[in-house]
């Protein structure tokens, strides 16, 4: 009798187990395609936008930043560092803090483009920068033109939707995490 409950147990147990794998599985897979659906639809804008994707030393994707704001704006999302090739190198979290004419909401996809180690590594260390901006978003266009925080770094954005109104300056603020 103990060992039909012991065993009982263990069935349950690995049952169970191999469920939560497969949820989380699906899950990941879920989310590499959100990744890879958002690198595409820069890459169909133009070949331009294909060469950086194949020649960066390094890129981070943002698939949706959400921004709001009347006249103090906040923006956020979380995105994912890939390596020349598409290695995905690791976890990158971005808050955008600004002041200025703006109103409305609106969210938007962001690749922010490396074309050397160096500015990656100053990215991954220093994580901020600062950002003047004017935009007008009628719930939805393209992507928008380069903007070069620094030497070596390209961003490009697209409007995924909302309506804001924007000429504003501020801060982004990065943090990078390796992925082990």
Same mark, same amino acid.
């Given at each position: 009798?103990?060992?039909?409950?012991?065993l009982?147990?263990?069935?349950?147990?690995l049952?169970?187990?191999?469920?939560?794998?497969?949820?989380?599985?699906?899950?990941?897979k879920?989310?590499?395609?959100?990744?890879?659906?958002?690198?595409?639809?820069?890459?169909?804008?133009? $070949?331009?936008?294909t060469?950086?994707?194949?020649?960066?030393?390094?890129y =981070?994707? %943002?698939? +949706?930043?959400g921004? /709001?704001? !009347?006249?103090?704006?906040?923006?956020?999302?979380?995105?994912?560092a890939?390596m020349?090739?598409?290695?995905?190198?690791?976890n990158?979290?971005?808050?955008?803090?600004?002041?200025?004419?703006?109103?409305?909401?609106q969210?938007?996809?962001?690749?922010?483009?490396?074309?050397?180690?160096?500015?990656?590594?100053?990215? $991954?260390?220093?994580?901020f920068?600062?950002?003047?901006?004017?935009?007008? =978003?009628? %719930?939805? +266009?393209?992507?928008? /033109?380069? !903007?070069?925080?620094?030497?070596?770094?390209?961003?490009y954005?697209?409007?995924?939707?909302?309506?804001?109104?924007?000429?504003?300056?501020?801060?982004?603020?990065?943090?990078?995490?390796?992925?082990?």
């Amino acid at each position: 009798m103990c060992k039909k409950i012991l065993l009982l147990s263990l069935i349950l147990f690995l049952s169970t187990a191999q469920s939560r794998s497969k949820n989380m599985f699906e899950e990941e897979k879920a989310e590499n395609l959100r990744y890879n659906k958002t690198i595409r639809a820069f890459m169909a804008e133009s $070949k331009y936008m294909t060469d950086l994707v194949h020649k960066s030393y390094a890129y =981070v994707v %943002f698939p +949706s930043i959400g921004k /709001g704001g !009347v006249i103090f704006g906040y923006a956020s999302g979380e995105g994912r560092a890939f390596m020349r090739g598409g290695i995905w190198a690791g976890n990158v979290s971005v808050s955008q803090y600004s002041f200025g004419l703006q109103v409305g909401g609106q969210a938007y996809s962001e690749i922010i483009f490396f074309d050397s180690r160096e500015a990656f590594e100053l990215f $991954k260390t220093d994580g901020f920068f600062n950002s003047t901006q004017a935009s007008l =978003v009628p %719930f939805v +266009s393209g992507i928008s /033109g380069d !903007v070069n925080f620094t030497e070596g770094v390209q961003v490009y954005t697209s409007a995924k939707g909302g309506f804001m109104l924007d000429a504003s300056t501020g801060a982004q603020d990065f943090e990078y995490t390796q992925r082990r």
